[in-house]
């Protein structure tokens, strides 16, 4: 048993989760652009998909850089994930349609 030692502060945006966590914020923006008002669910899933793809390729850019392997990168960023984030894609399309006008408006 080898303990590891927590990454914290810069050291976690440099490692291999770095790329997903400084594309959130930039697929968040994508999301809430593209959504609009969220009436259509056609506009939101589009969205929902676009964050998606963002989110994914920071995360694959990172492991790019980390591994110098394209192929590895989507190996061990996407792969794993695609299947499972796809559902959650397909659960959260029809909950943020319904709720997207109301949280807008309080905004």
Do not use: C
Not at 83 to 100: F, H, Q, R
């Amino acid at each position: 048993f080898t303990p590891t030692v927590p990454r914290v502060g810069i050291a976690r945006l440099l490692g291999p989760t770095g790329g997903y966590l400084r594309a959130y914020p930039v697929a968040a923006f994508a999301v809430g652009r593209v959504a609009r008002d969220g009436k259509r669910w056609t506009r939101v899933a589009l969205a929902v998909t676009a964050g998606l793809a963002l989110i994914h390729l920071g995360g694959r850019a990172q492991l790019l850089i980390l591994t110098g392997n394209l192929q590895a990168a989507a190996r061990f960023a996407t792969l794993p994930f695609l299947l499972g984030d796809l559902g959650k894609l397909a659960l959260a399309v029809p909950v943020l349609t319904s709720m997207i006008s109301s949280v807008r408006a309080r905004l």
